[in-house]
């Protein structure tokens, strides 16, 4: 396999783990005031992700630099073309990040929790539209630079991809919840599961169908009936009371979903309208020294990381309740 393709695969999965992990984060935040009735309540829902919420963002650092470094001309149009919905994300981020930390110390922590929300709502359908609009194709001209601007992403297409991710976070977040919590918090988790998932189902099979008919093939054809079957699972699963598979369906769904959008692009990674300026695993590559150097780091690491992040989730797998909330959330 040429490194080339072999870093796409890996910069797939990067992106895959973080919506994967970061999903039922933002989903949380989305339903901190939805589940939450009350001080207690919303305790609870944040100690489900305290441990873990900021490691599942390494994710996001490891795959930006992961593009920075075997992608760079990917990397320097992207930022460049998506630098003020890519800014939103940023800052909505570090406003998220900040109420999570200081929340415990405010007199009033529902102003924080006004924070997590928006901070969760926002990346949850930015990120949507913006990989809607690598998938759909943007102008570039032949130096590659973005030569749109922002209304040029907010195109129907980009915002039902949008609507897609944030829903499929929520629902990733009130399974989650399911999973982690007990008593009446689980209940109105399955609740909003009930509710969500129906939606995520609609929405998300009506976007990949649209993407499939633009520039899918035949093989991806497969993830579209594999990724549907996984939330049809997760809603099927719910409704049976067993948590533990509704995640682990809703989880398959989310991977599934981002590998095959990936393979749909490859081997593009960033689409112009016009085909002849696009930019490809090829022309948007790294040296192969440098590219060779970046396995041999991969190769060793990342295998360590995981391990350690399993661990973490290892350790901190109980469920909560009003009752049992460590301090400090």
Partial sequence: MELTTLWFILIAVLWAGYFLLEGFDFGVGILLPAIGRDEADRRALIGTIGPVW????????????????????????????????????????????????????????????????????????LWGVAFANILRGVPLDANHEYTGNLLTLLNPYALLGGVVTLALFTMHGAVFLALKTGGELRERAIRVTKIVGPVTLVAGGLFLVITQLMTGT?????????????????????????????????????????????????????????????????????????????????????????????????VFRKRLTRQEVPAGY
Avoid at 96 to 122: K, M, N, Q, T
Avoid at 258 to 287: G, R
Avoid at 304 to 310: D, E, K, R, S, T
């Fill in 54 to 125: 900021d490691g599942n963002e390494v994710w996001l650092l490891v795959a930006g630099g992961a593009t920075f470094a075997a992608f760079p001309e990917w990397y320097a149009t992207l930022f460049s073309g998506f630098y003020l919905p890519l800014f939103l994300i940023l800052l909505a981020l570090i406003v998220r990040g900040v109420a999570f930390e200081y929340r415990h110390r405010s007199d009033v922590p529902s102003r924080w929790d006004h924070a997590i929300f928006w901070g969760s709502l926002v990346p949850a359908f």
């Fill in 218 to 314: 035949p093989a991806t054809w497969a993830g579209v009936v594999l990724a549907a079957a996984g939330l049809a699972g997760a809603i099927a699963a719910t409704l049976r009371g067993r948590d533990g598979w509704a995640f682990t369906a809703n989880a398959v769904a989310i991977v599934v979903i981002t590998f095959t959008l990936f393979a749909s692009l490859f081997p593009d990674v960033m689409p112009a309208l016009d085909p002849a300026n696009s930019l490809t695993v090829e022309n948007a590559a790294s040296t192969p020294y440098t590219l060779t150097v970046m396995t041999w780091v991969a190769a060793i690491f990342t295998p360590i990381v995981l391990a350690y992040q399993g661990w973490t989730y290892w």
